[in-house]
């Protein structure tokens, strides 16, 4: 086909490896594998050994009733004579089976497998069809959509041609090579002899081959400069899919661009040109990048490479010059003008929402004087940047261009880091703030957008995320988790709620948003907590109590699902489980002391009592390890305490104080995890 975009390929090849194997197996073929390869002009599909035909199949149909099926003296009836005919076969050929207690007549059908070329011409236009894209496209007369125009089919099996027909060509043995190395059609004998004649061809079928060759030719050059690369799989994968036959080459720019920001300078390269930096032995950059081209390494090519570089570095020096001569400070006003959401305001509204709950975050946790003062800075100045002619042509370098700016302007690094740090993370596995006013910062930033967005019914739906919400929440998450801080998710997010009152209109109450929100947290930390190898159970138990401090959440999974590894644990469960089963419908904590007539009540109680103080010691030093020990050790009284009396006696008084009294042991194991959820 023609050139597919390097995001198409992936994903193509991932659906055709799918969609081929469901098909086989669906038509009754095996094979010992499915291997996909493809580069920007051409998708493959390889089977190894697959059958020759089709596996044979007996149906069996159920018909009449045997009682319907024969007449008094056991001939056929009508009935049996239609349901023969209705399937094709002859009523001596019908047998009679017991289901369960009644006898019916059955058709058993054989069908024999078709030969694979038959099936093959069926299912191979499907496969191709079938594939989708981000974007379609028509071309021709034809009515059919691909990611690029369909040039030319190859379809064999062993040496024979299966001449299916897709985008208005018939499928032969003859391919084409590289665009512009091999010029001349190839005629393919048989699959097996495919991938040499593509390689002489100057293409190479394989991505992980792909990969390995460009990466082991720009480490070799980069050395040969004095410097190295340091590892990017997104962007190899990126330059792996924009060429058949990769050559990379060696280039070079002005060494006055140096003095823009390093950011800008690897952005410009990476995200915009596909080029590799290289780097210094001192990680400073050099003035030189590895390209990789498609046809080949010489003087016109590279002059090429440096002509584009050069244009977008110009314009980079003048954006950061132009910039700087204006104040971020002077910036903020402008945000007046960019609308963020339509149904929440601009972004200098979002500015003074999240200025103010970074405020309310920084109390929360207990800032200092000067760590408010910096992070209320910070936030005042988050969003200026937007409005430069750098992130204006640089989007990716919001925040950072921020910080930059904030640097040369006299602001205080940490006000300047803040500023950058209020994005992260920007993916997963991106790098956390530092700082704690980059962590107040991203935290508002987040909840501002999760409140807005939810409270206006803006919710993910499936795999649907366009505002990228999700991602949101699980930065929330992992700032509080990796810098363990303790602070309230419900405060947190009534006070975000709350920053727009009277200023949008809402579709959710503070009630519905907190329900909505709570829930959608508590997904994301289930998420964490099981790829961090926390047991299923022990995910429940814990969050079926509270996800308020998500810290504490944490810390009560870990020591939760290292104590289920102890021999205690035992006891910890058959304590719980043997108050929650007979009073988990009591809700009533009320003991009367005078009506515990037995000594196995009476010692219960005075063990729950000095139980439950020293857990709620051990909580507020959050030794939750400690406070399951503790709990575990109700197993004695409380298996005394059954054998000793009957719960539910006769007399209403003394049977609610015995469930109260249960009910209270319940409540003091709620304090770290509901043990229902476990057996």
């Not at 054989?110 to 236009?125: F, H, S, T, Y």
């Not at 009515?143 to 040039?151: N, S």
């Not at 904030?406 to 880091?417: D, I, K, M, T, W």
């Not at 504490?552 to 035992?570: C, H, I, M, S, Y």
């Amino acid at each position: 086909m023609e050139e597919m975009p390097a995001s198409f390929i992936g994903p193509a090849l991932e659906q055709l490896k799918g969609l081929a194997e469901q098909r086989l197996k669906e038509q009754r073929l095996s094979c010992k594998a499915v291997h996909t390869y493809g580069t920007p002009r051409r998708l493959v599909l390889y089977i190894e050994e697959l059958t020759p035909v089709q596996k044979p199949i007996v149906r069996e149909i159920k018909g009449p009733a045997a009682k319907v099926a024969f007449d008094a003296e056991r001939k056929f009836t009508r009935a049996v004579y239609g349901f023969a005919k209705s399937q094709g076969v002859d009523v001596r050929d019908l047998v009679v089976k017991q289901v369960g207690p009644v006898e019916y007549v059955f058709a058993v059908i054989k069908q024999k497998g078709q030969p694979v070329e038959d099936v093959l011409r069926e299912i191979c236009p499907a496969l191709i069809s079938d594939l989708h894209f981000p974007k379609l496209m028509r071309w021709g007369e034809g009515e059919m959509r691909f990611a690029r125009p369909v040039r030319w089919l190859l379809a064999l099996y062993g040496e024979q041609v299966i001449p299916i027909s897709a985008a208005g060509l018939v499928a032969g043995r003859t391919t084409y090579g590289h665009r512009f190395l091999s010029k001349t059609p190839i005629n393919i004998k048989s699959p097996a002899d495919y991938f040499e004649k593509m390689r002489r061809a100057y293409v190479l079928i394989d991505l992980p081959e792909r990969r390995q060759v460009i990466w082991r030719q720009v480490q070799e050059l980069a050395a040969g400069e004095g410097g190295k690369v340091e590892p990017d799989q997104e962007l190899l994968d990126q330059v792996a899919n924009l060429v058949e036959y990769p050559v990379a080459l060696t280039g070079s720019f002005d060494q006055k661009y140096l003095n823009l920001p390093r950011e800008v300078l690897i952005t410009t390269m990476r995200g915009h040109q596909r080029y590799f930096p290289v780097f210094g032995p001192d990680s400073s950059l050099l003035a030189r990048f590895i390209a990789v081209s498609n046809t080949g390494d010489n003087e016109l090519i590279r002059f090429g490479f440096e002509r584009v570089l050069r244009a977008r570095l110009a314009d980079a020096a003048f954006f950061w010059k132009e910039d700087l001569n204006t104040p971020l400070s002077s910036r903020v006003d402008a945000l007046k003008r960019i609308v963020w959401q339509e149904n929440l305001g601009t972004l200098y509204e979002k500015a003074e929402r999240i200025t103010s709950l970074a405020s309310s975050l920084a109390g929360m946790l207990g800032a200092d004087e000067k760590t408010m003062a910096s992070t209320l800075r910070a936030a005042y100045l988050a969003k200026a940047d937007l409005t430069s002619s750098m992130v204006y042509e640089f989007p990716e370098l919001q925040g950072i261009m921020g910080r930059e700016y904030a640097l040369c302007q006299g602001e205080e690094e940490v006000v300047a880091r803040a500023i950058a740090e209020h994005y992260l993370p920007r993916f997963s596995g991106d790098e956390l703030p530092v700082t704690l006013p980059g962590c107040i910062l991203s935290l508002a930033d987040k909840l501002d957008t999760l409140a807005g967005y939810f409270a206006i019914g803006i919710q993910p739906t499936g795999s649907q995320d366009p505002y990228a919400l999700r991602r949101h929440a699980l930065g929330i998450c992992h700032v509080i988790l990796e810098k363990k801080l303790v602070i309230s998710l419900r405060e947190m997010i009534i006070r975000a709620y709350r920053g727009f009152s009277g200023k949008a209109k809402l579709e959710s109450t503070e009630e519905q948003l907190l329900s909505d929100l709570e829930e959608f947290f508590c997904q994301r930390i289930r998420n964490i907590f099981s790829e961090r190898g926390i047991f299923y159970a022990v995910c429940d138990a814990v969050l079926a109590v509270n996800i308020d401090d998500i810290y504490g959440t944490w810390q009560r999974a870990a020591a939760l699902d290292n104590f289920r590894k102890e021999p205690a644990v035992d006891d910890l469960l058959v304590a719980f489980h043997r108050a929650y089963k007979i009073s988990q419908k009591h809700y009533s904590t009320a003991v009367n002391v005078s009506l515990l007539q037995h000594p196995a009540e009476q010692a219960l109680y005075r063990q729950l009592i000095e139980t439950t103080k020293e857990v709620q010691d051990r909580l507020k030093d959050r030794d939750y390890q400690g406070a399951l020990i503790k709990m575990a050790g109700l197993k004695q009284p409380v298996d005394s305490f059954f054998d000793a009396v009957m719960v539910m006696a006769e007399d209403d008084a003394i049977r609610h104080n015995r469930l109260g009294l249960l009910r209270n042991i319940i409540n003091s194991f709620l304090l770290v995890a509901d043990l229902s959820k476990m057996s």
